[in-house]
């Protein structure tokens, strides 16, 4: 597992004893839990209900992927959250605004046993859909992306937490410019953040149509720079790559249509010549000749017959490096000559 440091030595055996009664009292307590859903189930009572939340709210903080568990809270927090939703009774609001920050904090909680938890993830999700307006509404979601924002510190690649966030911006009204900047303060803080460019190749076309179809030639140029800054200092890092790749398919896309349309072909010889210009320092880095292999190829399609053929036949010479550089790839590389 992710994160689990490799014994150096054989647990004692009264280290294992400890274990075997740590597990048998979680099976007893869990064993307890489904017995009490069960009561309650049958004979609904607030103090059945009371107790089951209580013991549930131990198990889960113990192992907070056990989904049961927290379909278990959601079905009594349901009538609370719902049954009185919008009304303004005495009381009303204020029992489902304790609800609400109940449940809150015991995601909160288990995010610290396991952040990459999908149960907590999605109870945090589910309990506000029902329940922000109780706990200020927008306002409330302004607090989720601090959160999110302190849990990337601690984890920036977190993508449980990059697509919470994205849900959570949408309810928050927060424009795609704003959310563009904060992208790019995770990806400038460590250039291996793949969550953080994937993120932003889905708020792209967002903040190209806010910028209108004269910024966009404008807006590739400045996305381009930022991957040249990634690449030229972990050019063995895959994710600034991934994203160079992506970029070049979207500004054929994007660039369509504006008055900007003729300067693709140019824009593609420029990344040529950033490649080449890594290549003469690192010359057996596997990211940087596929990605001159696919911009020769990409640039061959906008060119004239001789000189298209010319980029065609460099493209393919580049294959025979890259079966030398990277030979467990060997059967993909062969394939590009197909």
């Known amino acids: 597992m992710h994160g689990r440091k490799k014994l150096d030595k054989p647990r004692s055996e009264e280290e294992l004893a400890a274990i075997r009664a740590k597990v048998l009292n979680y099976s007893k ?68 605004a304790q609800v609400v920050e109940q449940e809150l904090a015991l995601a909160a909680a288990a995010f610290k046993r396991n952040p990459k938890c999908y149960s907590a993830w999605h109870h945090r999700r589910w309990v506000l859909e029902r329940g922000a307006d109780a706990i200020g509404g927008e306002a409330a979601y ?3 992306l601090e959160l999110c924002r302190q849990f990337l510190l601690l984890d920036s ?9 994205g849900w959570v911006v949408e309810q928050a009204g927060l424009s795609a410019e704003e959310d563009f900047a904060f992208t790019t303060e995770k990806i400038l803080e460590n250039f291996s953040n793949y969550s953080a460019f994937h993120y932003r190749s889905k708020l792209l076309p967002a903040v190209a149509e806010a910028r209108g179809a004269g910024g966009v030639l404008t807006l590739v140029e400045q996305e381009l720079e930022m991957v040249h800054q990634a690449f030229f200092t972990e050019p063995d890092d895959q994710s600034a790559w991934w994203y160079h790749r992506f970029l070049v398919g979207w500004a054929a896309e994007a ?12 824009l593609l010889q420029k990344e040529v010549d950033c490649i080449r210009e890594l290549l003469f320092v690192e010359e057996r880095c596997k990211w940087a000749l596929v990605t001159l292999h696919h911009l020769l190829c990409a640039l061959a399609r906008t060119a004239q017959d001789t000189e298209g053929v010319e980029l065609m036949a460099e493209a393919r010479s580049l294959v025979t490096t890259l079966v030398d550089v990277d030979p467990m790839h060997k059967s993909y590389y062969d394939s590009l000559l197909q």
């Open 255 to 266: 660039l369509h249509g504006t008055e900007h349309h003729d300067k693709y072909p140019e």
């Open 142 to 144: 302004r607090r989720e």
């Open 29 to 96: 307590v869990v064993a307890a839990t489904n017995q009490l859903r069960r009561e309650l189930l049958a004979h609904p009572s607030a103090q059945t209900q009371k107790t089951l939340l209580d013991v549930v709210d131990k198990v889960v903080r113990v192992n907070p992927d056990y989904y049961s568990m927290w379909n278990y809270r959601k079905e009594a927090a349901l009538p609370i959250l719902e049954a009185a939703e919008g009304q303004a009774k005495v009381g009303v609001q204020e029992r489902r």
């Open 157 to 165: 690649r977190n993508f449980h937490c990059w697509a919470y966030r």
